[in-house]
C-alpha cells in the first residue's frame, strides 16, 4: 500500500474515550504505526527500506516516542490531545529524514534522523493492516485476541506525500487533495462488515464487531 515511497502523510478525526494501558492503535501497517498511550504519548513508528529483498520489520525505529508535553507553547493548552471525548484532528508525516506529529494543523513535535540520504519506506511488504486495534496471543492459550482502542476514529486517510498544515487542516474538513492519496476510509457506514476505501485502490476493510 505504501512501500518505497519517501513521503508519507497519515490523518484521521480521532476522540479519546477512555484510558486504558494497553496501546491504542489508530493504525497498523507492515511501514507505519500510529499509537496513542494512556499516559498522552504519541507513538509514531516507521519501518524504512534497508535495502534487503522482502519486508524486514527490524528496521523500526520503536523508539520514536511522540509526547506531547515536550514541546510547550502559547497553544499548547487548547491540543491537549488526550482530553476525553473531544474530537481532534491528528496527522503524522515523513519526509525521509524527519517524522512529526500535528494536532489541528499545530506541529506538536518532531525528530529528525541523521541519515545518508533520504529513507523511503520498506518495499516488499504485504498490502495488509488493521485500523483501532492490535492484536495480542493469549497468555494461556495462545490464541489471538483483538484489543481495541480506547478512541473513536473517523475519515482516515494515507498519503504517499508530506502534506504540510494548510492541506492538514483541508482533510479536516473533507477537502480531499486529487494526487498521492494512498486510501481513505470514513469510517462512517454505520452498518455491515466492509469498511470501504474510497481511494480507489481498493484497500476495503473489515470491522471486527
Same mark, same amino acid.
Given at each position: 500500500?505504501?512501500?518505497?515511497?519517501?513521503?508519507?502523510?497519515?490523518?484521521?478525526?480521532?476522540?479519546?474515550?477512555?484510558?486504558?494501558?494497553?496501546?491504542?492503535?489508530?493504525?497498523?501497517?507492515?511501514?507505519? #504505526? %500510529?499509537?496513542?498511550?494512556?499516559? $498522552?504519548? =504519541?507513538?509514531?513508528?516507521?519501518?524504512?527500506? +534497508? /535495502?534487503?529483498?522482502?519486508? *524486514?520489520?527490524?528496521?523500526?525505529?520503536?523508539?520514536?516516542?511522540?509526547?506531547?508535553?515536550?514541546?510547550?507553547?502559547?497553544?499548547?493548552? #487548547? %491540543?491537549?490531545?488526550?482530553?476525553? $471525548?473531544? =474530537?481532534?484532528?491528528?496527522?503524522?508525516?515523513? +519526509? /525521509?529524514?524527519?517524522?512529526? *506529529?500535528?494536532?489541528?494543523?499545530?506541529?506538536?513535535?518532531?525528530?529528525?534522523?541523521?541519515?545518508?540520504?533520504?529513507?523511503?519506506?520498506?518495499?516488499?511488504?504485504?498490502?495488509?493492516?488493521?485500523?483501532?486495534?492490535?492484536?495480542?496471543?493469549?497468555?494461556?492459550?495462545?490464541?489471538?485476541?483483538?484489543?481495541?482502542?480506547?478512541?473513536?476514529?473517523?475519515?482516515?486517510?494515507?498519503?504517499?506525500?508530506?502534506?504540510?498544515?494548510?492541506?492538514?487542516?483541508?482533510?479536516?474538513?473533507?477537502?480531499?487533495?486529487?494526487?498521492?492519496?494512498?486510501?481513505?476510509?470514513?469510517?462512517?457506514?454505520?452498518?455491515?462488515?466492509?469498511?470501504?476505501?474510497?481511494?480507489?485502490?481498493?484497500?476495503?476493510?473489515?470491522?471486527?464487531?
Amino acid at each position: 500500500m505504501c512501500g518505497a515511497g519517501q513521503g508519507l502523510t497519515v490523518g484521521a478525526w480521532v476522540r479519546r474515550t477512555g484510558w486504558s494501558w494497553d496501546p491504542g492503535t489508530i493504525i497498523e501497517t507492515p511501514w507505519f #504505526k %500510529l499509537r496513542v498511550y494512556s499516559t $498522552n504519548v =504519541w507513538r509514531f513508528e516507521l519501518n524504512l527500506e +534497508d /535495502g534487503e529483498e522482502g519486508c *524486514v520489520d527490524e528496521a523500526f525505529f520503536s523508539d520514536f516516542w511522540m509526547q506531547s508535553e515536550l514541546l510547550v507553547d502559547d497553544g499548547m493548552d #487548547k %491540543l491537549n490531545i488526550s482530553t476525553m $471525548n473531544t =474530537w481532534s484532528y491528528v496527522a503524522a508525516t515523513w +519526509d /525521509g529524514h524527519t517524522a512529526a *506529529v500535528f494536532v489541528n494543523g499545530h506541529r506538536v513535535v518532531q525528530k529528525a534522523y541523521h541519515l545518508e540520504g533520504p529513507r523511503p519506506l520498506e518495499s516488499g511488504c504485504p498490502a495488509t493492516g488493521q485500523i483501532g486495534y492490535i492484536r495480542v496471543n493469549d497468555s494461556e492459550t495462545g490464541e489471538p485476541v483483538y484489543v481495541g482502542a480506547d478512541a473513536s476514529i473517523r475519515h482516515l486517510s494515507v498519503w504517499g506525500d508530506v502534506l504540510d498544515s494548510e492541506a492538514q487542516l483541508d482533510l479536516a474538513q473533507g477537502l480531499l487533495p486529487n494526487a498521492s492519496l494512498v486510501a481513505y476510509w470514513p469510517l462512517d457506514e454505520g452498518s455491515g462488515q466492509v469498511a470501504h476505501d474510497l481511494s480507489g485502490h481498493g484497500h476495503d476493510g473489515q470491522y471486527l464487531e
